[in-house]
């Protein structure tokens, strides 16, 4: 077997489990399950992206700060997304007092200037876009928007992939992630359009086609969006893959950069589709 066809194959077997141990947990605990699992990944990402932005072993306090805080945003969606204010405006204070403290022994108020940075973008990125996730079970039907997200997500990378493989010739952004290609970023853009109608058809047959299809267009683009948003980090920290948890894919980060930027629009899809439409 060819070093491309094991890496695909091991690619295929740890996308599998993945989706085993998903599918496993929603039909034992059914939201609950997938909250559990939702949250358990958020937490790995968390750490995943303080570990690629704060590598100095001196300033581990940081991570732990940076991880706690992104932790509290993400777990207040549980109870309400409207509650999420609250925890933002404590989790800021907390970090203005720990660089107001931390100043007094950094080397260089601009090493302060990046912990900033970092820890604001942080926020953002692991801490706000997962909530959107977990504010989606607070919803009517709120799994099967969730499933309908990581359709969407997962079918635009697999044809992205495979169709990238078999026709991919022009580069997007090669500086960044040099295998994709205009091919298969169009490729990806067909199988989430394929995954929303699949969606419909088991969940949603309420709801027109063309709706959908607009929504699967805009998630699917922003879900590749996202994940050259997190190969920009990992060339800027000058690693592969933001973690080893997943063989094949890399860290939880790596698995789920699409899913945290596709996630406010299925968001308020869930909140919106079934008043308008």
Known sequence: MSKSRSVTAIRLISAAFALILLFGLYYLFENNGLIAIILACALKAQME???????KPEVSFSRALLVSGCFII?????????????????VLIAFFS????HNRHAQ???????????SALGLLYVGILPAFIVA?????SGDFWFL??????????????????????????????PNKTWAGS??????????????????????????????????????????FF??????????????????????????????????PFIYFASIYFPTFF
């Not at 720990?98 to 403290?101: K, M, W």
């Not at 090493?111 to 970092?118: Q, V």
């Not at 060339?235 to 894919?249: E, F, Q």
């Open 74 to 90: 993400t777990l207040s969606a549980l109870l309400s997304p409207k509650a999420i204010g609250l925890p933002v405006g404590f």
């Open 230 to 263: 997190e190969s920009l980090l990992k060339r800027v920290a000058n690693k592969k893959d933001s973690g080893t948890l997943m063989p094949g894919h890399g860290g939880i980060l790596d698995r789920i950069d699409g899913v945290l930027f596709a996630a």
């Open 148 to 177: 309908t997200l990581l359709s969407i997500v997962l079918f635009g990378d697999s044809f992205a992939y495979f169709i990238g493989k078999a026709l991919g010739r022009t580069k997007m952004l090669p500086s960044i992630s």
């Open 98 to 101: 720990f660089f107001l403290i």
């Open 136 to 140: 989606l079970f607070r919803q009517p």
């Open 49 to 55: 992206y303080a570990e690629l932005t704060i590598d």
């Open 186 to 227: 169009i490729g990806g853009l067909f199988g989430s359009v394929f995954a929303v109608i699949l969606a419909k058809f088991l969940f949603f047959n309420s709801l027109p086609v063309l709706p959908l299809v607009i929504l699967a267009i805009v998630t699917g683009a922003a879900a590749q969006v996202g994940d």
């Open 108 to 118: 260089s108020l601009t090493y302060i200037r990046d912990l900033i940075g970092i």
